[in-house]
């Protein structure tokens, strides 16, 4: 998909890509290497420390088989593939040992979420596994579905209904429920219910307080980069092999296309408040600041079942995600799962969420969140405890470990978040960036220091020589440090960038996460291959733009100040929302955007439109030069002004260099 330049107000559209290859800049695809013997010893110990006899979650990720599709490739309205299980299914077998190349333990959380199709979680509950990165689950209501997060697109959500159906015939969906703001919880909603009838009141769509604000926000702002950075983070482009993509650590990996989002009509804003929706009595806890800005617990009391959105699920999750967002408080967090023991964990029968297979029974349920509970505060009170010994962030990774339960317990082993990037996570949000060490403060950026080290160290050929000696000896972890300060000194150096593909393979396959894994591999392909072409990411997809709050427009436009091109200028900018009578001026003086709702009587020009004018040339299906000649923007004063505010946006290209500088 070719990125929308056709308005210099426009965000664009989201397209996630589950494409297993791409082109290149050679048209070649280097093929990747096999697993070293380092590799393969240290995949060894892993199978030697950690209890594989366990069976336990094997046989809660098919308790309450209903049904599945022999094939499970689901196609959007033009037969291109949207979600393909076909691909995990040639080489990831519930019977089939780690190849060589995978991790073991990951490759176990791999087979464990290839169990796909529709689960009875108890009488009245249902879940719909491996359709997409996240679960969708459905209650039975008297007359119909409430439904649990919808997934990422509409095709896997009404496939997923669809396999429902087949089961238990066509009922209609009467309320939706977002757990959390995060898309792979609401992204499908549009495959499953009508606008129509949300608007008509016929379905609730229900979601925690501030959904929508953080929705959109995190696709918006940051969003270029937080794409770019979710290609390395979730595989979707790597190959499907013993090689390549195996397991994002919630799910396989995400669906294609475009993800939809209907705004909420009802909101929950505080723990213990309740609500029954088609016979349904639901008691919800607010949990935000978790693992999402705004997130929800749901409890079934006459059901005696425990939804716990994405606040446990089967693996130690991020305090930071590696595409990048807010730190987490995983203070708050553990906090949250110790009011949800206290208040459901003798009651509730079965726990169950957004990823992963559930598990049934009181004890096993309290125990589990514990766990769950203790894995974070763990992470959080060790790296602070070492934090205040004057240790740094990059320290506190090395030495910080698990106490046995835990590091022996599968459901918080490192398959998402890791122990080490969660410690730093820790230290980033009490103390930042600065280590305290006065070289810190004001360092030399990655390619003068690359330069300089190379003279210091005697020069490309023997930094090469030294590295390819210590890469034969297993140091992958030095070598990807080394050669990195190469290849960034001399991004022609193809010796050198392929000597660091080599090591970044190596600690691929030997990474218990999958987004670890992903990273690696991912910056191994383009080292070898270049950076992709033709297909980009976009963060905001027509929905969320068109449930933009008009100061966050604002705010984005900001953030896309050129100062250069700002330099010197001031411009006042009226602008009047005709359906709304909202009105607003943007005021840039000192090459920085401002705006307000106290309109400015005195401005360079005024221009009057709708929101939904505004959000067509925000998707790029409209110019503002367009709109006026239309009629649907009339403008006042100097056009010029409008015309030069444009020119000082900057634009940001997705494939940007990320292993090279």
Known sequence: MKKTTTSAWCIGAMLLSTAPSFATESGQVVAPKPASEFTKAANEKVLNSLPFNDKEDFDNATRGFLAKPAELTIKNSEGQVVWDLEEYKRYITSDSAAPDTVNPSLWRNAQLNMEYGLFEVRDGIYQVRGYDLSNITFIAGDKGWIVFDPLITPETAAAAKELVDKQFGKRPVVAVIYSHSHLDHFGGVRGIVNEEDVKAGKVKIIASEGFTEHA????????????????????????????????????????????????????ITKTGQKMTVDGVEMVFQFTPGTEAPTEMNTYFPEMKALWMAENSTNTMHNVLTLRGAKVRDPLIWASYLNETIEMWGSDADVKFQSHHWPVWGSEKIVSYLKKQRDIYKYIHDQSVRLMNQGYTGEEISEMISLPKSLEQNWATRGYYGTLRHNSRAVYQRYMGWYTGNPSDLNNLPPVMVAKKM?????????????????????????????????????????AAKNLLADSYEQLGYQAESGPWRSVYLQGAYELRNGIPKGLALETASPDIIANMPVEMLFDYLGVRILPEKAEGKNLVLNLNFADSDEKYTLMVENSVLNYSDKQAKKADATATLTKATLTEIQLGQLTFDQAVKEGKIKLVGDKAAFDSFFGMLDSFDFWFNIVTP
């Open 216 to 267: 959109v926000s995190e696709n918006v702002i940051a969003g270029n980069v937080m794409g770019r950075r979710a290609v390395y983070m979730y595989g979707a482009m790597l190959p499907r092999n013993a090689q390549g993509g195996v397991n994002g650590g919630l799910g396989q990996t995400t669906s294609a296309g475009t993800g939809s989002l209907i705004a909420p009509t009802d909101y």
């Open 454 to 494: 190379m003279a210091y160290m005697g020069g490309e050929a023997e930094v090469l020589k030294k590295a390819q000696q210590d890469f034969d000896k297993g140091e992958y972890r030095w070598t990807a440090e080394v050669l990195k300060h190469l290849v960034f000194a001399n991004p022609n150096n193809t």
